[in-house]
Each structure stands twice: as structure tokens, then as C-alpha cells.
Nanobody, 127 residues
Framework: QVRPVESGGGSVQAGGSLRLSCALLENTYSSYSDAWFRQAPGKEREGVAAINSDGRTEYTDSVKGRFTISKDNAKNTLYLEMNNLKPEDTAMYYC?????????????????????WGQGTQVTVST
């Protein structure tokens, strides 16, 4: 398996924006989903946003209205546009590919059931 490769993390002030990218590198099954997860120090990994091949999306409540997940199928690249960032968004963000489930349950999928994980990219939001 080929690990996806994330980019775009960094440090911003509260209220700022960042755009994460994830080169998926392998095509996924049409029934599968792709997603972004994050893990803050001392906390469990959390599902942030998911998308399926039809473009249907799902978000965790804390990012609704601020984050947008999208996928460019031609480039096989997953994106996470993050606006109005808050200090509580500080975490390592991971691209997750080949989730064998629909978006409705993708964010709750155990880590061991995710097909491929990226190496992570750090997002730090300061006050």
C-alpha cells in the first residue's frame, strides 16, 4: 500500500485560514470514502470531515461552517479548507484514504479499519 502524502499545515493566528492537501496516490473504490482526522496532544484521534465519490460530505459539529472538504478526482487529491481557525483546532491532521464505509459513519470508523493513513501535517493556531 502507498501512504497518502499531506501538505499545507503550518502556524496561523486565530481567525486565519489554511488549506491542507493530500495526494491519495492510489485510486479508491467508488463505494469508499476519504476523510481527514486530527489528534491534539493528550486527546484521542477525532474524525473531522469525510467525502464520498458522489461528493457527499460529513463534518464533525465543531468545524461545521468553517471547514470544507473536497476532492479533485482528476488529480486524485483530497483537500481541507479551514477558515476562522481557533486555538482548539490545533492538532496533527491526518489524511485517511479508502474508508470502507459511507460518509455517515466514516468519522466514527476505528483507526484500524482505515485503508491508508498519511503521515500527518501539523496545524497550530495561536491567540
Amino acid at each position: 500500500q502507498v501512504r497518502p502524502v499531506e501538505s499545507g499545515g503550518g502556524s496561523v493566528q486565530a481567525g486565519g485560514s489554511l488549506r491542507l492537501s493530500c495526494a491519495l496516490l492510489e485510486n479508491t473504490y467508488s463505494s469508499y470514502s476519504d476523510a481527514w482526522f486530527r489528534q491534539a496532544p493528550g486527546k484521542e484521534r477525532e474524525g473531522v470531515a469525510a467525502i464520498n465519490s458522489d461528493g457527499r460530505t460529513e463534518y464533525t459539529d465543531s468545524v461545521k461552517g468553517r471547514f470544507t472538504i473536497s476532492k479533485d478526482n482528476a488529480k486524485n487529491t483530497l483537500y481541507l479548507e479551514m477558515n476562522n481557525l481557533k486555538p482548539e483546532d490545533t492538532a496533527m491532521y491526518y489524511c485517511a484514504a479508502d474508508l470502507p464505509t459511507g460518509v455517515e459513519t466514516a468519522l466514527l470508523l476505528p483507526a484500524t479499519d482505515v485503508g491508508r493513513w498519511g503521515q500527518g501535517t501539523q496545524v497550530t493556531v495561536s491567540t
